[in-house]
């Protein structure tokens, strides 16, 4: 009777958690409640009709005003509201694209926001994500926070772009925004993540939200990281684990740079500088281990050229990257962004080609691939759209990471089983062979006693008398007969040993001593005449004994 595959049944049900947990991350944008309570104008923010507790936040979206190369200090703002400024969106960048309108790429600039506030609500708070690349904010008038400092020239400006909260209180149910932003490193500046605005309870359960999904996506990806290592190095032949080890550390480390860009904390003293090259190497490297651990996986399907390419365009920018400045290599990053994506695809390509082979393990490939789609979505909208990156759970990475292992398990078991099968044959033959040199022992023994016996009769004159050359011819086949009759003993011998009916006593023997006596007796036999010891080239004496 077959027993019940329990693995198999925890396998499956585990895989169809993943799949309804991907489901529930794409529903919950679709079922989630519209927060648009206002229509934002040019300038100025109407929030007086939203509702603000603990779990309400409203993000700051539309166009803000904008003082190119302007640092208005903010009793000067109120002045300034008569004239006709310059409209910037947020999110959004100034830079390359908008050179066009009088913004460089590099400079310094203000942002004003009025905002219509609700009564009855005693403080506020201010939630800023990612202004490139230092800021200070001031509310009604007074600096409240900042990351950074902002300046006029390179020289006067310190880039820190790190996420920090601020509380104010409104001022007859307005609130006046004024931030000052500059940047003199980066390929572009501006606010490149809206501003979110809610209660301090809410900001702050934001930040603890948020600091605990990086906590735990970072700790997450290096412990799964450090399994898949040991398990690489108990195996030199297993590259693909390795290679999703690496996946998994340099993972690990992008998620430092990213969201509350906790490698600030850990390293207060780390440089922007350094802090930007982690970032980009990080990124780039993870986007090459994932194309490496999917040809390791399917060699015929990915293209090797491909692989080649990847790795030349890997090295390349990481050399840009370690031995430029930021304003250099963050020229280049459209150029990264563009040949990563390239490589994504045709990267779920081949994992998709390999499920629809239906490769051992295809159902984790394919929730694999589905996971990775949506956790690339999920980095690609928070870099160009501004869109928050825990804007829903962030479980499509770590589902990846296992959909991987178990698709790493799966083949690993075929394995294991391929080899139980091949372990039973080779048993199986094994024996066949015992009992056919068994069998083939037994033969041979009877007829090899009978010519024995035969050449020995001859030999010794029972036929009549031999030639010497027909003596010397009986003697070989004596002596061969022999020879051939020890190693059918020992054959028979060494089956009695294997099934056990012939017991070994292990034990020390004086080797010398016996040697010492069995020549003692041949030369007294010698001298008796008994004997007589004579050395032959061509093999044994005849006799009783050898």
Known sequence: MRTFDYSLLAKRVLALLCIGLLTAVVLIPLLGSSSACYSPRSGWADLSSCTFDNSAVYPLRGEWEFYWQERLEPQETLSRTAEAPAYMPVPGAWGRGSEATGFSRYGYATYRLLVQLPPGVPAFALKVSNIRNASEVYVNGERLGGSGTPGESRETTKPRNHPYSLTFHSRDNLAEILIHTSNFTYSNGGIAEPIRIGTPAAIAAIDQRNRTYDTLLVAGFAFIGCYFIGQGLQRKEDKSSLQLAVYCFVIALYMLTHSEKLLFEYLPSLSYEGFSKLQAV?????????????????????????????????????????????????????????????SVCYTFYVMVKAAWQRETGSNYLLIGVIAAVMFTLSLVSNLFFGTELYAVPPVAGPIFILAEGLFLSARHAHAYETIKQLSRQLERKDRDKDEFLLKTSAELRTPLNAIINVALSMHEGAGGPLSPSQREDMRLILGTGRRLAFLVRDILDYEQIKRQRITLQWGTVDIQGVAAIVIEVFQFLNKKGSIRIKSHPAGPLPGPGR
């Open 282 to 342: 990080s990124g780039v490297v993870g986007f090459y281990c994932v194309s490496s651990y999917t040809h390791s996986l399917f060699p015929a399907l990915y293209s090797r050229l491909f692989k080649r390419i990847c790795f030349v365009y890997a090295l390349c920018f990481c050399t840009i990257v370690l031995f430029t400045t930021l304003p250099v290599y963050s020229r280049i990053t459209a150029v990264l962004l563009a040949f990563s994506f390239i």
